[in-house]
């Protein structure tokens, strides 16, 4: 690959004229159990009700379904009793 990026001279000295510091210290560190567990429960996540939630009608959704829920459940246990 770096045989290609030598043929094109414009790109290879718009390349070498960036220079990318990178931290060898830390990417050689070794880290421990509890700092990798700390890593993994920091690390972003995806919303699992974000297409939910982006619409109204979700929205809605979300307000009125434990009203009817609780609602089916009162009704149910007048049934059950009875």
């Known amino acids: 690959m770096n045989e290609e990026f030598n043929k094109e001279k414009e790109l290879s000295n718009m390349l070498d004229s960036y220079k990318f510091d990178i ?16 890593r993994y429960l920091g690390s972003p ?23 009817v829920c609780g609602l089916f459940l009162a009704i149910l ?3 059950l009793l009875n």
């Open 23 to 38: 931290p060898v210290t830390k990417l050689a560190q070794k880290q421990s159990t509890f700092q990798r567990f700390i």
């Open 45 to 67: 996540s995806k919303d699992p009700l974000e297409n939910c939630t982006n619409q109204s009608n979700g929205y809605l959704f979300f307000n009125i379904f434990p009203v």
């Open 77 to 79: 246990q007048v049934f």
